[in-house]
């Protein structure tokens, strides 16, 4: 049996706002941003990138990195959105369907416990699954 074996018929998701994946939670606190989504974040909330980057990013091990001071995103409002969605990073936008995501074990421990969202909604199919995954993967591969 293949890892993929066990969404061979897809997986249900739907985002049910709750702001859950967009707080700290140990291994899932690290927002990682290329150099075009510093720029669009930047542009979006009217600042050049290097000022984006001094009040909102940190550097490690090579990778620019949202900091993550607070128990929630920055970009999180109290409302429990997003106040810089049209810009928010590929690894926000492709949410949950990452690689890393994609073990049965992982998904049902992990993923179903941090994301209401996740077993609920729309039926992805493998494909979609799959091509979400390989997106995400190749924004950072580059």
């Known amino acids: 049996m293949s890892d993929k074996d066990w969404y061979s018929k897809g997986l249900r998701f739907s985002c049910q706002g709750s702001g859950h994946c967009c707080a700290n939670h140990g291994e899932y606190s690290y927002v990682y941003l290329t150099d075009d989504e510093v720029e669009g974040l930047a542009r979006e909330l009217q600042l050049s990138s290097t ?60 993923v179903k416990a941090l994301c209401p969202g996740a077993g609920q909604g729309r039926l992805f199919s493998p494909e979609e699954i799959e091509r979400i995954a390989a997106e995400n993967d190749a924004n950072y591969d580059a």
């Open 51 to 110: 000022e984006f980057r001094e009040r909102w990013c940190t550097l490690e091990e090579g990778w620019t990195v949202l900091r993550m001071d607070e128990p929630n995103c920055p970009f999180l409002t109290e409302e429990r959105r997003c106040s810089v969605y049209p810009a928010r990073p590929k690894q926000c936008s492709t949410w949950p369907f990452w690689t890393e995501n994609l073990r049965e074990q992982h998904w049902e421990k992990v």
